[in-house]
């Protein structure tokens, strides 16, 4: 009971009932006297005839039963085993239905009950008058009715559970709540806890990247057309307007907008090239072929379709859309705005500091160099050429994460003018190379001949010699053997460092990932809490809350969630809620003391037990809720 403390204990008796003169002093001279508890408790006694020393009324002689207990008993447990006996709560409709109890627990797996302060793990069993010669107690071994259900269930008040009573809990609506959850076919949910399947859906055939920023508010009056191909609520993701000023994509000018798919409620991201005049149909050709192309640093491309809906010829390709996406240039190369800085030395005064550019580390330029590369391998082995390797076409969609966009772009815009693979893929290299001078001297000119010796000097003060050489072989004039495949080769070793970077990153995730999973089962186990401890409905209904199953579960949220420190302080102590709620959920053989709020008695039961309970009592709640669609 390390978090259990109660402030003014004399109202508990913690003490060991075998010091207790009281408790002991009729054990000496009047077992013979003293009725049986085994008739109080079940009605009769297996053991009358082999050997039990208690008296045994005869069958005309009623038994007190549980009702009159003495006062000492009173205080020393006020929760009688017969309480604890309390039928599991079944639904009358339900009741013949209802599988009979489970059976009862294994002899390794008793659920004690005690006197507050007597653990029989510290202190040996309780020294229970009545008990001596009993198999160990087992709290759901009801005395059989004629019907095959308890002798108690057969004496439940029939308008307790009345099938109207749940329809004016309009919050219970089964049909209002995941169905998976609430699965209509109750054996089967029983028997097969939740998965966690259930609750994540399947990702769309196409990976499509997170949608996480679905609260996109599209500008007022951009004059956008409201549906465009199967595509609506068009929002662009830069800049626009007669201020700002505009780059071409080849001869034309070009906006990137986030729009929602109708067919299936995602976003893509849509590029739409102004005033463009598809001639021939199958400049679309391309496009079929960079759909089949998938790979981790490639922003897939969808489809391509002209319209007019912009009031003009527009061209417009679909790609994945990547929330949040920046492209290198916005990244690295953008001059940042200047700072306002305070200055409190010589008075108060203020003055703009301007942002220096930062040096990309090595290790980040490598992990571009890889990733690209791997990229251009792709795009090169199915007979393609990438065409377009830029600062500002290459966007970093996560950390360090970049891949290539408006892949497929080029070839449709300039599909009238055929050119020779081999030497695209070639120029695949050279841009490459001048991307990689950009990068590592932040300057989109690095490599052009005023600035290339200067450059040069600048990569080699900051740089290893290998990057210096990489960007050189990738820069210099094709020949047979300047490939993909050779600069795979020239930088293998670093090809290595980056797969065990991966791997590391995706067990560093699936570990997050994991104890996300934790978390699931918690929220799932609390909403079941949720669910049982003190339903409105019950609440003048003892039997629901202060008996049985469900008394344990609500001792057992006292345990975890109501604890006192010994000022009488509450606990709040997180560690302690998740290391109970994660043996509940492993249910283990471990056992807790729960004690009566009345502090009169406690319950030694296990986590194992406690689970079974929960179990238990949610299952009868989910099959009451499922019961008028039937
Ligand atoms: N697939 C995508 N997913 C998410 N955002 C994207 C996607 N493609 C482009 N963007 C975003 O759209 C914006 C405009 O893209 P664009 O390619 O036009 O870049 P840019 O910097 O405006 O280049 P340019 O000035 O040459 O047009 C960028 O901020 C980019 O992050």
Avoid at 30 to 38: D, G, L
């Amino acid at each position: 009971m390390a978090f259990f403390a109660r402030p003014q204990s004399t109202a508990v008796r913690i003490v060991d009932p075998n010091s207790q003169d009281e408790l002991k002093a009729p054990k000496k001279d009047s077992t013979q006297r003293k009725q049986c508890r085994n008739i109080m408790i079940h009605g009769y006694c297996k053991f009358q005839d082999k050997g039990c020393i208690y008296s045994h009324p005869s069958p005309e002689t009623p038994s007190p039963g549980p009702a009159s207990p003495s006062p000492q008993e009173t205080r020393t447990s006020t929760i009688t085993p017969r309480a604890l006996n309390a039928p599991v709560f079944v639904p009358k409709a339900l009741a013949a239905a209802t599988p009979p109890p489970p059976p009862p627990l294994s002899a390794e797996q008793p659920l004690d009950i005690t006197p507050a302060g007597t653990s029989p793990i510290a202190q040996g069993p309780p020294d229970f008058q009545g008990y001596e010669g009993q198999e160990a107690y087992d709290p759901y071994a009801y005395p059989e009715g004629e019907n095959g259900l308890s002798k108690q269930m057969e004496e439940l008040d029939p308008h307790f559970y009345d099938d109207n009573q749940y329809v004016a809990y309009s919050e219970y609506d089964p049909n209002a709540l995941d169905a998976s959850y609430y699965s209509p076919v109750p054996p089967v949910y029983m028997r097969q806890p939740l998965d966690y399947h259930l609750y994540t859906p399947a990702p769309p055939a196409g990976f499509v990247a997170s949608t996480s920023d679905s609260h996109l508010i599209a500008p007022i009056g951009s004059n956008l057309p409201d549906e465009l191909q199967g595509y609506h609520t068009l929002v662009p993701l830069e800049s626009t307007g007669d201020t700002v000023e505009r780059r071409k994509l080849g001869n034309w000018y070009s906006t990137v907008y986030r729009a929602i798919r109708s067919s299936d409620g995602l976003p893509y991201a849509l590029r739409r090239i102004e005033n463009y005049r598809l001639m021939h149909q199958s400049a679309f050709s391309a496009i079929e072929i960079w759909s089949r192309i998938q790979h981790p640093n490639i922003i897939t491309v969808k489809e391509a379709f002209t319209t007019r809906s912009f009031n003009d010829n527009s061209l417009v390709f679909v790609h994945t859309y990547h929330a949040d996406a920046q492209t290198l240039f916005d990244v690295h190369l953008k001059p940042k705005p200047p700072t306002m800085q305070t200055h409190y030395q010589h008075g108060r005064s203020q003055h703009l500091q301007a942002h220096l550019p930062t040096i990309i580390p090595e290790r980040t330029i490598w992990s571009y160099i890889v990733q690209i590369a791997s990229a251009i391998k792709k795009v090169h082995d199915v007979g393609q050429a990438v065409r377009m390797i830029d600062v500002t076409k290459i966007l970093v969609t996560g950390q360090n994460r970049i891949r290539i966009s408006s892949c497929g772009v080029i070839d449709v815009l300039l599909h009238d003018t055929p050119q020779d693979i081999g030497i695209l893929q070639q120029e695949d290299l050279t841009m490459f190379g001048r991307l990689l001078f950009a990068l590592c001297c932040n300057n989109v000119t690095a490599s052009s001949g005023q600035n290339f010796q200067k450059s040069l000097d600048f990569m080699g003060r900051n740089y290893s010699p290998d990057i210096k050489n990489v960007a050189l072989f990738l820069i210099s004039k094709g020949g047979p053997h300047r490939s993909i495949d050779q600069l795979l080769d020239l930088i293998r070793g670093n090809v290595v460092v980056e797969m065990e970077d991966a791997l590391n990153a995706t067990d560093r995730l699936e570990n997050e990932l994991l104890s996300e999973l934790e978390n699931a089962r918690l929220v799932r186990l609390l909403c079941k809490f949720g669910f049982i401890n003190e339903r409105p409905e019950f609440a003048r209904e003892p039997r629901w809350s202060e008996t049985g199953d469900r008394y344990i579960i609500k001792l057992f949220r006292d345990y975890v969630f109501h604890q006192v420190d010994e000022h009488g302080n509450p606990v709040v102590n997180l560690s302690h809620v998740l290391v109970c709620l994660n043996k509940l959920d492993a249910g283990t053989d471990e056992k807790v003391m729960l004690v009566a709020r009345d502090e009169q008695s406690c319950l030694i039961v296990s986590y194992k037990e406690i689970k079974r309970c929960i179990e238990e009592a949610f299952g009868d709640l989910t099959r009451a809720s499922t019961k008028h669609r039937r």
